[in-house]
């Protein structure tokens, strides 16, 4: 079964910390693999968008990695503000797929001002 | 960029009635659209596939006779909560598949969601 598993499920750090999310999933063969930020009672932002022939991307203070082979993939988050608190969603689209995409249960980071 | 609306954004209705939401791709055509629901501090999860033109696919345990997809044009797909019950409540997403330039090809776009109450 294709799974999307997220850790930790909740974080709290002080603003200016670097932070890393964790992401990892079942079933090596993925299409690709898309962080997203969710606001509460809020719909979803695209952070970052890897494909699989691709090892990061980066948007100005964030970093996604992916690790086919073992099935990983991190978003960090450099130089943290109150502003980046949020539910952090992880999901993935696999290759058999049609297009799903399947979604983590989460990270909800919250920055101390 | 490629923008996805759905209406109403929120939605309170008495238990036994039906809600019908709606999912619009404003400026790309979408031969594709899902629908995923998210219960409080949880994710979402995959309801079903909207195609155009075609019936809608459900994923394993969501009834397709309570929730019935109408995915009548390019730009809209419709949610339909039938007989509506207080376990329904939930926020409801939907999201677009572009095939066409104004958006990513094959990108998903998300809508902002419908917070369904059912009293």
């Known amino acids: 079964k294709q799974e999307v598993t997220q850790i930790p499920a909740a974080l709290s750090v002080p603003e200016g910390e670097n932070l890393v999310l964790n992401c990892s999933f079942t079933d090596s063969a993925i299409y690709n693999l898309q962080w997203f930020r969710q606001d509460p009672g809020k719909g979803l932002t695209s952070l970052l968008l890897i494909q699989s022939s691709q090892r990061e991307q980066t948007s100005g203070r964030l970093n996604a990695s992916l690790d086919k082979s073992s099935g990983r993939s991190t978003l960090y988050i450099a130089a943290s503000q109150p502003g980046d608190s949020a539910t952090y969603l992880c999901?993935?689209?696999?290759?058999?797929?049609?297009?799903?995409?399947?979604f983590g249960s989460g990270t909800r980071l919250l920055v101390r001002p | 960029g490629a923008v996805v609306s759905q209406h109403p954004s929120r939605v309170i209705c008495k238990s036994g009635t039906s809600v019908k939401i709606e999912c619009r791709s404003l400026d790309f055509q979408a031969t594709t659209m899902f629908w995923y629901r998210q219960f409080p501090k949880q994710s979402l999860m995959l309801m079903a596939t909207?195609?155009?033109?075609?019936?809608?696919?459900?994923e394993q345990g969501v009834e397709k006779d309570k929730f019935l997809i109408n995915h009548a044009s390019l730009t809209l797909s419709t949610l339909t909560v039938t007989s509506a019950h207080p376990e329904d409540s939930s926020f409801y997403i939907c999201?677009?598949?572009?095939?066409?330039?104004?958006?990513?090809?094959?990108?998903?776009?998300f809508g902002p969601g419908t917070r369904l109450t059912v009293l």
């Open positions: 999901a993935v689209r696999w290759m058999d797929s049609s297009y799903k995409l399947i």
């Open positions: 909207s195609n155009e033109g075609s019936k809608a696919t459900y």
């Open positions: 999201s677009a598949r572009a095939v066409t330039s104004g958006g990513a090809l094959n990108e998903q776009f």
